[in-house]
């Protein structure tokens, strides 16, 4: 079993950037593909990215593309967020996921298909 606990959130103003990072420990953290998501208040839980166990690999949601970039260190068993470009409607709690699984396909997008979650850290934009 997996823990997942994130950090780098903070303000920013908008155009600016942050690096979020999602740390693991309890498991071999190779094994698993790593998602993103985000929830802004009152809203459901939206899609952010995924990264392949081995990190070869990532999907992201349309409005992220170009912005956001997903990567990982299995070494620091660490995956991070880049977000740049950031604007108002990116202020959410952003949430880090895990699933063990060898394969990156369209489930990714889907969060039922996460067994292990991070607490979420804030991300304020403002304008």
């Known amino acids: 079993q997996v823990q997942l606990v994130e950090s780098g959130g903070g303000l920013v103003q908008a155009g600016g950037s942050l690096r979020l990072s999602c740390a693991a420990s309890?498991?071999?953290?190779?094994?698993?593909?790593v998602g993103w998501f985000r929830q802004a208040p009152e809203k459901d839980r939206d899609f952010v990215g995924c990264i392949s166990r081995n990190g070869g690999n990532s999907h992201y949601a349309d409005s992220m593309k170009g912005r956001f970039t997903i990567s990982r260190d299995n070494a620091k068993n660490t995956v991070y967020l880049q977000m740049n470009s950031l604007i108002p409607e990116d202020t959410a709690v952003y949430y880090c996921?895990?699933?063990?699984?060898?394969?990156?396909?369209?489930?990714?997008?889907?969060?039922?298909?996460?067994?292990?979650w991070g607490q979420g850290t804030q991300v304020t934009v403002s304008s």
């Open positions: 996921a895990a699933a063990y699984t060898s394969y990156l396909g369209n489930w990714c997008y889907r969060e039922r298909n996460y067994a292990y």
């Open positions: 309890g498991g071999t953290f190779s094994s698993y593909a």
